[in-house]
Every structure is written in C-alpha cells, then in structure tokens.
C-alpha cells in the first residue's frame, strides 16, 4: 500500500514534470495567439466592430490558458482559439466593409445628386445662355437700327445745316436786299422827297403861274405884305427867290410888276397903294439879281380882280401882285 | 490517499474509454461544410474548407479507431473551419463589394468630372 502509494506519487510527479517540460511548447502556442488577439484587439479600425465574437476568442483563449489535461485536449483548445480569433477578425473586416460600403454609396449616390443638380444647373444656364443669344441678337438688331438712324439724324442734320447755311446765305441776301431795298427806299423817298419839293415849285408854278395873252403870269399872294403897309414883310425875299429863278430862265424877256389890290377903300388909295407894293416887289427883285432894265412896275388898284370881292376869300384872291414875264 | 488514487484513476478512465458519440455528432459538422459551400466557402476559403472536410474525415476515422474523444475534437475542428469559411466568404464579399463600389465612384466621378470639368468637386 506503501509501495503503491510512492509508485503513485512518482508516476503524478513524472505527470507533474512532464507536464511542465511539455509546458513551455504549449505557452508559446498559446502566446502567439494571445499575441493575435490582442493585436486584434488593439487594432482600432477591426477593434469594436465584432464584439460578440471577440468575447468568444477571449473566451475559447481564457479556456485554452486554464486548460488541464492532456496535450491533446490543450492544443485543440489552442486551435479552437486561434479559429475564433480569425472569426472575430473576418467578422470585423466583414463588418467594416460594410460600413465603408454605406459611406461609398453615400458618396455615389451623392455625386449622382450632385451631378442632377448640376446638370439642372448647366440646363438653366443654356437656357440662359440661350436667352441671352436671343437678348443679345435683339440688341445687335437694336443697336445696328439704331446705328443706322444716328446716321440717318447725322445726315439730316448735316443736310439741315447745309439748308441752314443756304438759309442763312439767304438771309443775308435777304438783309442784304432788304438793306439794299432799304437804302433804295431811302434813295426813293429822298427822290420822292425831291419830287415832292419840284412838284411843290411845279404846284407853284401851276398854282401862280397863269399863261395870259401878255406872258407868263407869276401871282404873289397877299402874304407878302401887312394890310395897309407897302414895304415887303420879313421872309418874303425868300419866296421872291424862286420867282427870280423863273424869271432867269427867261433872260430876255421883259418883266412887268403889277400891283392889285381888292375894292375895300378908296379906289384913288388903293391905287396908290398897288403902285408902291408893285415899285417894292420890283425892287426886291432888282435886289436878287434880275437885271433893272428888265423890269417896270404899275400900281392897277382895283379894278382888274381875279376873284369876287363879296366875300373874305376872294378878296384875298384879289389882293396881290402879278410878276407877268412878257412875250413882247 | 485511496480517494486521489480513485480520482486518478477515473480520470484515465474517461480520458481513454469515451463513450461512443452518437450518429448525430457529425451532423453539425456536416451542416456547417454546407452552409460554408453555400456560403462560397470553396471560392473565399478553400484552406478552411480543405481543413473542414479533412477534419470531418479525421472524425469519421477516429470514430472508426474508437478514438472518440479525438473524433469530437475533430468534428468540432471541421465545425469551427466551416464556421472560419462562412465568415472568410462573407467578409471576402463584404471586400468585393467594397472594390466594386469604389471602382464604380471612380469612374462615376471621372465620367461627372468629364461632364461638368471642375465644378464638379
């Protein structure tokens, strides 16, 4: 019994080394896929995405770790941990790809919005694009009609100020004329003056100037002398001055100064008074300039009137002196 | 002293004289090698799926050599290899996918960028 007992005791303490010495073969098994794991473990895109079958590694690996019995027994549990460890690895990687699936066809089908939006984009840009060809051939229309009727003003108005300088060439002709017009009116009515001034002599002349069977008569007025007086009044020399041109014209003829007076007052007086008003005439015209010889003077009275002596107008009518240029 | 004797003793016992499994020990293992076929374990994980089947006839063997303890450790090898082979395909065409995907938005984005030049961004 003793015997057995310490036959016994060998045999576990052989078992006991044994074991140890076979010990060390297995933990360097089992290190490598404790090692395994926790690089598995360790690696932060596989670690976290199979947790389940991570646990199981860690599990089948504690069991492998605390495993009595035989070699045999020890080693498939080594293995059996070294399968869940690459499970829980392909699980991972399983896991991961498909993660990194959504995110790609996140992206994918993204673009494809991105795409549609831009293609809507380029669509209403060619719409634009387009539109703004129409806008744009429209304002090449516009600006070219425009174009074409700045030309058309600027040649009207080019033509407007030709017609302009025509115009204005015009009126100065016009001015010209008109100033021309003007000085011919000034020129007429000097000569319209001159006229008026020859026809006044010639009015004159047919007023005062009587043809009688003795000559040319010349009929002084009774302007040139104050009732009752016999000397000539002031201003008549110059009225006398036209006669005496008259009478110059005819040098050769002789003149007769007759004095005429109306029948108011004594025929004798009156007389008397004709004779001196026709001796001052005719001295008067001695004085400018026609020749004494040429000239002799009666006093006529009243008794060769021209006019009646009834009223106020015919006798001053009456009362005057006769220049007669005699036809010998 | 008598009891660890004992205790020794039964330990060898259930360490060599395992009972025999069940027929339906396999089944799981069999079930696992065809979802992983399924799966397109032999396109993804043909390694896992070599070491599945390997691992299921390593059982059948052991069965036969009335190594059952071995057996069931085999069968749940076979079984951990399909489950590895299913993962690996998923995971493989987790990764197809992903390359697909981005192979398609790089040549959408070269399509677009040709498009709409740079204000595609």
Redesign the interface.
Known sequence: MKRSLKQISLVLLLAALSACTVAPKKDLALERVRDDLNSLKSTPELAGYAPLALGEAERALRMAEQATGNEYYRSHLVYMADHRIQIARAMAEREQNEQALDVLEDQHSGMLIKASQLDAAQARQEAETARLLVATTVEDAQRAQREKEEALAKQAESSRAAELATEEAQQARRLADSRASEAEFARREAELASEQISSLERQLENLQLRQTESGVVVTLGDVLFASGQTSLVEGALSSLEEVVDLLQTEPDKKIRVEGHTDSSGEAEENVELSKLRAEAVRQALIDLGVAEERITSAGMGEDFPIASNEDEAGRARNRRVDVILLDN | ?KS??VA?VLLALT?CTTIRPGPDAFVSAETGIAAAEKAGGDEFAPVEMRFAREKLESAHKGMDKQKY??AL?LV??SE??S??AI??S??AK??R??NE??K??DE??IR?RD??GD??E
């Open positions: 002293m660890i004797l020794v360490a303890e071995v450790y749940e090898q951990i290899n489950e590895l993962e690996k998923r995971a987790s990764r996918r992903v995907q981005r398609s938005n959408l984005e677009l498009t709409f204000e595609f």
